[in-house]
């Protein structure tokens, strides 16, 4: 039997990678000004962070796969490595999305609100309530939450293999 510790190694592994790997993203969209001279593109740009996140949970199941249940794993063993994964990526989204806002880009709330003012997709009032560290805190908690849950349901099923028939 295996510990606890021992059983979510591979999960941590991978929650830890993918917050990382988000806040090389966020440094990333800030050196090619994502969050100030081109902010109109963010919105367009930063969706492809996607294809990332998934390549981090199907990277995740495969190791799960590989390295804990010895080459097979049905879609239920898939799944809820994937809702662990998920679980580690939302406790850790507040420490991202603080970082983010604070060291990485701390310019972007002030520029994205004074863009969607400008552009009359929000007044000020809204703008500054939408673009706030509070807001994106919260953001980043329930998006971790519910997009982590459906790519963990979809992934669960491509990565999951049987084993072979003796």
């Known amino acids: 039997m295996r510990s606890n510790l021992e059983h979510l190694?591979?999960?941590?592994?991978?929650?830890?990678?993918f917050a990382a790997m988000?806040?090389?993203w966020m440094w990333l969209e800030k050196l090619v000004g994502l969050h100030g001279d081109h902010i109109e593109w963010?919105?367009?740009y930063s969706s492809f962070f996607a294809i990332s996140a998934i390549a981090v949970y199907v990277?995740?199941?495969l190791d799960k796969r590989k390295n804990y249940y010895d080459g097979v794993m049905?879609?239920?063993?898939?799944?809820?490595?994937?809702?662990?994964?998920?679980?580690i990526?939302?406790?850790?989204?507040?420490?991202?999305q603080y970082i983010t806002s604070t060291l990485i880009t701390p310019e972007y709330f002030p520029k994205a609100i004074e863009y969607a003012v400008a552009k009359g997709e929000m007044t000020q009032d809204a703008a500054e309530n939408y673009f706030s560290l509070k807001n994106y805190l919260?953001?980043?908690?329930?998006?971790?939450a519910i997009m982590g849950i459906l790519t963990s349901?979809?992934?669960a099923v491509f990565t999951k293999r049987k084993g072979s028939i003796r």
């Open 153 to 155: 349901a979809i992934v």
């Open 59 to 61: 990277f995740g199941l």
């Open 74 to 87: 049905t879609y239920k063993q898939g799944f809820i490595t994937g809702l662990k994964i998920t679980a």
């Open 22 to 24: 988000g806040l090389f």
């Open 42 to 44: 963010h919105a367009i």
């Open 89 to 96: 990526v939302t406790l850790l989204s507040p420490l991202t």
């Open 138 to 144: 919260m953001q980043s908690l329930i998006g971790a």
């Open 9 to 17: 190694k591979i999960e941590i592994k991978w929650g830890i990678a």
